[in-house]
């Protein structure tokens, strides 16, 4: 077990190191000059290289990455081109704001899906399933902006229940903070909600066919403790693997979400970097994007052996 | 359809006219037609046949573990108690604490994610409520009980930390953890080398002696029926075609399909290694409708028109009252000579 979690740990380490690679040099081959895109209206050769000499960017690319790494080491990702504010301090309001909603998001998607999987799976052909699979079906085929906008037209402006938009950090008033992010934690973590299901049941009608279900029947089980102590066990590799894989999609993926309802998140925030050039803005969002999808990977399989004893003997997902 | 045999007082499974179909796309299936059966206290009985023959079935239908969408007919007692058709809650205090299962693929039969003490302590923990720690103890009595060394260590095992026999022997001592009154073993040996099969069967023979299980051990081999049956049913397409003890049938028997299964085994010394092993012709019928007509009369090299007219009911043979078989026209003596 300890050489397994070395072994995952050593990995994720040098995943992280070849991904900062590959973002620092992915966004010095994107098109346009920061540098023209910061002088404005002067454009002088000499406003230009001053420009360069200032942010660094007349140094080799080896020595900028040297230097880069160092800084982000420290938790320094740089000013923002376009603002002067330091990146840090926009990850710190943009961040938590984007986390709490995914999180929560998933825990609603994680919940619904498992739970619905598992009826259709054990309810097979009869009533229970067709409405889980309708609902599943619906979740993936409708739009979420336009679930999104119905639920501020209906929920919100009609009747006042939710706000319609904005945002309360959790530290300042918990009680407001939820109020303002249920509704679009809801409306994301439905159509996630519709994937899980339908990998849950899949991954259920398998362990419910298999011979130990049977052998667990024929001790005398009663159906819940069939269902949930053998064949629901033997299906989490398969729901923790969506799970984590749609969680990682979420940080950076809620764009659309949290423009709906106003959230000042993490999604808007790469948005904006992106058109304008920010180049240290756009290293960090991709950067923490990456080492969010790495951390959470991490676990899953932490998670793998957990749930499955012979994944911690042999170091592979069998 | 069937004579009962000569029940005597100690009779613990009752199995009378069991019929068992199966709805499928193309119509109905019939698995098993009118089986009879009698398990005594500490009776090991083998049944028989080719792969299709509806065995497996009978013996999954005793406790009611079939699929749903199977109909099954006819009648299962245990000590008197009828099981077609009772209550799944009342089933489920059956399975596992009187009527215990053994099934063919140790591997996939055990859960891969819970230790092997988990599951034998989970049939107590149900039936005798018993908490986990003393579950857990009694798990490595039950170990040691089958044969597994260093049961203590072995109890927080996982499925594939063990080798194929061992498992099969953690199914054992699972099954037999709440002192069943009937044991059914579905192949219990099939998947397992031949060396490691012996002690399977030792084990078996060893806890009838000990706590007088009655075992009703389901095979196609024939080796495995000789080595630990008192008694034997053969069945073919659904039918039990002949019932007797096992020296009986193995030195005469009276049903074709009998003669056929005794002379398609091998024989120490026989025909040394020049002659082919004789086979029956032909393949065991898929029956939509279980006809009035002797269902082995295909491929049977005595069949004539009353074979295909209708079905010989399973009547006592020869001498003893305890020899049956369902035959128009039994085998003359020495059939394995007579038989090609």
New interface residues.
Partial sequence: MARYLLTRAWQSALTLLLSTIVVFVGVRALPGDPALALAGEDRSPEALEAIRRHYGLDQPLPVQFAQYVERVAQGDFGVSIRTGTPVSSMLTTALPVTVELSVLAIAIASLLGVGAGVLAAVRRGRPAEWFANALALIGLSVPHFWLGLLAILYLSVATGLFPASGFVPLLEDPVDNLHHIVLPAVILGTGLAAIIMRQTRSAMLDSLSSDYVRTAKAKGLRPRAVVTRHALRNSLIVVVTVVGLQLGGLISGAVVTEQIFGLPGFGKMTIDAVFQRDYPVIQAVVLLTATAYIVINFFVDLLYSVIDPRIRVTGNPA | MTTAPASTATTVLEMRDLSVSFPTETGTVSAVDGAALDLAAGEIVGMVGESGCGKSVTGMSI?G?LPGSARVTGSVRLNGTELVGARESAL??????EI??I?Q?PM???????TVGRQIG??LQ??ERMSRRAAHARAVELLTLVGIPSATHRVGA?P??LSGGMRQRV?IA?AVACGPKVLVADEPTTALDVTVQAGILQVLRDLRDRLGTSILIITHDLGVIADIADRVVVMYAGRVVERAPVTDLFARPYHHYTAGLLSASPKPGRHASTARLAEIPGLVPVLSTQPDACTFADRCPAADARCRESAPPLEVAGDGTDHLAACWHPCPPQPREANR
Avoid: D
């Avoid at chain 2, 489920?92 to 604490?97: K, L």
């Avoid at chain 2, 996939?108 to 819970?114: A, D, E, I, Y």
């Fill in positions: 406790a573990l489920r205090r059956v399975r596992g604490r215990a299962y099934f693929e996939t039969s055990l859960n891969p994610v819970l989970e049939v149900v039936h996982y594939h930390q199914m699972m």
